[in-house]
């Protein structure tokens, strides 16, 4: 694997990838950051050496370079999820490329279904901590020391220092954001009544199918990251009602813009 990272950085690089501070991953329905900052480049994950290829409508698959107040930045136009037959290891094989490309920070997003029903649609809910139930773990196999340890410690797996910096600028725009524990799940199905209710007995706040495995990875190279959720659904197993994907990606692109505006200033201040 260090041979085809190396291979995928030295062709980033080349193609103007240099001297990032930010990575951003861009979940379902969430694009709006791109129409308010500058776009450099943009190029399809299929022309990247090694790179997996998004098989989703609602995932662009395109690697982005930008600027946000004179910082280069570079985001991720779709991410990748077991449920498309991608293995745990190609999905955050980009996470571990931005790190080599330089990054110092990392921001994620993901729409996601709300356990807790003190949570409506459309509320912004940063990722405090994470429960995973995926089958899959990155980290399985022979471990590369160059990258990091082989027991990895996930005490604190989402920076505490950059979500009270979010919750300040959020305060700020008179956003309301709010913390929960995020339940990664394989999908990609949604869940029955008594899964919800299962999710919610283990302390789960939210369940999607993205995200954890990524930040797995970030905590293993020493990469600082953050993840926010964009609730599109309620789960709650006494009154379900049933939820198309049209409408997940309609309330995620009604708080894209709230989320973009929140991320740009974090960008600039960090």
């Given at each position: 694997m260090i041979q085809?990272?190396?291979e995928s950085v030295a062709f980033l690089k080349k193609n103007g990838f240099v001297n990032l501070e930010t990575g951003v991953v861009l979940g379902t329905g969430l694009g709006k950051l791109l129409e308010k900052i500058e776009v450099v480049k943009s190029i399809s994950y299929k022309d990247i050496p090694n790179f997996p290829v998004a098989t989703m409508e609602y995932h662009a698959g395109n690697l982005i370079l930008a600027k946000v107040q004179g910082k280069n930045i570079v985001a991720m136009q779709g991410r990748f999820h077991l449920y498309e037959g991608y293995s745990a290891k190609e999905?955050?094989?980009?996470?571990?490329?931005?790190?080599?490309?330089?990054?110092?920070q990392l921001l994620l997003s993901n729409a996601a279904g709300g356990v807790n029903l003190d949570f409506d649609k459309g509320d912004l809910v940063m990722i405090d901590d994470h429960i995973n139930l995926q089958p899959e773990n990155p980290l399985i196999g022979a471990n590369a020391e160059s990258l990091g340890p082989r027991f990895l410690d996930?005490?604190?797996?989402?920076?505490?220092?950059?979500?009270?910096?979010?919750?300040e600028i959020a305060q700020r725009h008179h956003t309301k954001i709010q913390r929960g524990v995020y339940a990664s799940v394989?999908?990609?199905?949604?869940?029955?009544?008594?899964?919800?209710?299962?999710?919610?007995?283990?302390?789960?706040?939210?369940?999607g199918m993205s995200t954890v495995l990524e930040v797995i990875?970030?905590?293993h190279m020493s990469l600082?990251?953050?993840?926010?959720?964009?609730i599109t659904d309620e789960c709650d197993p006494n009154n379900l009602?049933?939820?198309?994907?049209?409408e997940i990606i309609e309330v995620a692109g009604q708080a894209d813009d709230k989320l973009s505006n929140l991320f740009?200033?974090?960008?600039?201040?960090?």
């Open positions: 085809q990272l190396e999905i955050t094989f980009p996470i571990r490329v931005l790190k080599m490309l330089g990054i110092n996930m005490s604190e797996p989402y920076s505490q220092k950059i979500m009270s910096h979010l919750e394989t999908g990609p199905n949604l869940e029955t009544r008594a899964e919800y209710r299962y999710l919610g007995i283990i302390g789960a706040d939210m369940v990875v970030a905590n600082p990251c953050i993840a926010v959720s964009v009602k049933p939820v198309d994907i049209s740009i200033d974090l960008i600039a201040e960090l």
